[in-house]
Nanobody
Framework: QVQLVESGGRLVEPGGSLRLSCAAS????????MAWFRQAPGKEREFVAG????????YYADAVKDRFTIARVNTKNIVYLQLNELKPEDTAIYYC????????????????????WGQGTQVTVSL
């Protein structure tokens, strides 16, 4: 059974930075691509950033490109999301998720492409 546990969310001022972490267990982490999604109040969950199984390819939603960075450390079974230049519209619950397929370098930005989810961590950007 896959377990994904996010941490690092908190209240931060606009323009600030934050790093989210996601620790994985229950599946061979290095075989699977990972991603972060987020859900703001009253909105549907949306794709934020993804990374392939090896870490060689990363991809981002337009709204966060050049501000957020996804990275992974396969020896520690952890995926990170570095959030810089935060804006109030980045306020959301951030979810870590693992792909269904192994060893693929395709870019997946739909929820249906992922079959394991964490419980989420709250990020609030406000004065």
């Amino acid at each position: 059974q896959v377990q994904l546990v996010e941490s690092g969310g908190r209240l931060v001022e606009p323009g600030g930075s934050l790093r989210l972490s996601c620790a994985a267990s229950g599946r061979t982490f290095s075989n699977y691509g990972m991603a972060w999604f987020r859900q703001a109040p009253g909105k549907e969950r949306e794709f934020v950033a993804g990374i392939t199984w090896s870490g060689a390819i990363t991809y981002y939603a337009d709204a966060v490109k050049d501000r957020f960075t996804i990275a992974r450390v396969n020896t520690k079974n952890i995926v990170y999301l570095q959030l810089n230049e935060l804006k109030p519209e980045d306020t959301a619950i951030y979810y870590c998720t693992m792909q269904r397929r192994t060893y693929t370098n395709a870019r997946y930005d739909k929820e249906a492409d992922y079959d394991a989810w964490g419980q989420g961590t709250q990020v609030t950007v406000s004065l």
